[in-house]
């Protein structure tokens, strides 16, 4: 069973930067295909940034060219790295599977991007 711990939230200006954090356990996130994923109050989630398996990235248009996303195999963990935070990032944040590799949602980490 995957369980996911997302960390590094936290209320941040306009401009300013956040790191994510991503623990998972009961998978190896280097079989998976991954992704970062945000929801707003009252909207959809989305997918953000994903990376497979085999290291491909790929990047949502909004967050495109401000938000990076990697992992660590060896301590099977995986971060999002956003800089340049706008207002509309405010959103939970979660990390899961992507697609057939989907599994529970865990809390999710706030990000608050307000003056």
């Known amino acids: 069973q995957a369980q996911f711990v997302e960390s590094g939230g936290g209320m941040v200006q306009p401009g300013g930067s956040l790191r994510l954090s991503c623990a998972a356990s009961?998978?190896?996130?280097?079989?998976?295909?991954m992704g970062w994923y945000r929801q707003a109050p009252g909207k959809q989630r989305e997918l953000v940034a994903g990376?497979?398996?085999?290291?491909?990235?790929d990047y949502s248009d909004s967050v495109k060219g401000r938000f990076t996303i990697s992992r660590d195999n060896a301590k099977n963990m995986m971060y999002l790295q956003m800089n340049s935070l706008k207002p509309e990032d405010t959103a939970v944040y979660y990390c899961?599977?992507?697609?057939?590799?989907?599994?529970?949602w865990g809390r999710g980490t706030q990000v608050t991007v307000s003056s």
């Open positions: 899961n599977g992507r697609d057939y590799d989907e599994r529970g």
């Open positions: 009961g998978i190896i996130i280097s079989t998976y295909n």
């Open positions: 990376i497979t398996r085999g290291g491909s990235i």
